[in-house]
């Protein structure tokens, strides 16, 4: 039987607990981003109703918010712009977001980790 560490158990069920909040417009690409989008929807690839989606959900949106709520509003932009998930991309962009918020310390390594297998288990 392998050996009980009450350290590693009390750690991990900490980590289960508490919520990884990340900053909803560095989820979504940055303020630049997102003014450029809402200008020039079509140089990148999206129409007016994108754009509008845009302003009703995540203009308005928290600053910031958990990563499993971000996540869910994250699939609901991938069904709005009809997105090819299926290369990932999306995904990355998603991961690339969290390593921001490492490098910015927003959030710790540790959440870092945990927050991209959320984002890639949802």
């Given at each position: ?109 540790e959440e870092g980790?945990t927050a991209k ?6």
């Amino acid at each position: 039987m392998k050996e009980f560490d009450l350290k590693k158990y009390l750690a991990e069920s900490k980590l289960l607990k508490e919520e990884i909040m990340v900053d909803t417009t560095i989820m979504f690409g940055g303020n630049d981003y997102i003014k450029d989008v809402l200008t020039s929807p079509d140089d990148f690839g999206f129409d007016v109703e994108d754009a509008g989606w845009i302003k009703s959900n995540i203009l308005p949106a928290p600053k910031t918010m958990s990563i499993e709520d971000y996540m869910a509003l994250e699939d609901e932009w991938v069904k709005q712009a009809n997105l090819d998930v299926g290369t990932g991309a999306d995904r990355e962009s998603v991961l690339d977001a969290i390593d921001v918020h490492v490098k910015q310390g927003l959030i710790t390594p540790e959440e870092g980790e945990t927050a991209k297998k959320i984002a890639l288990n949802f």
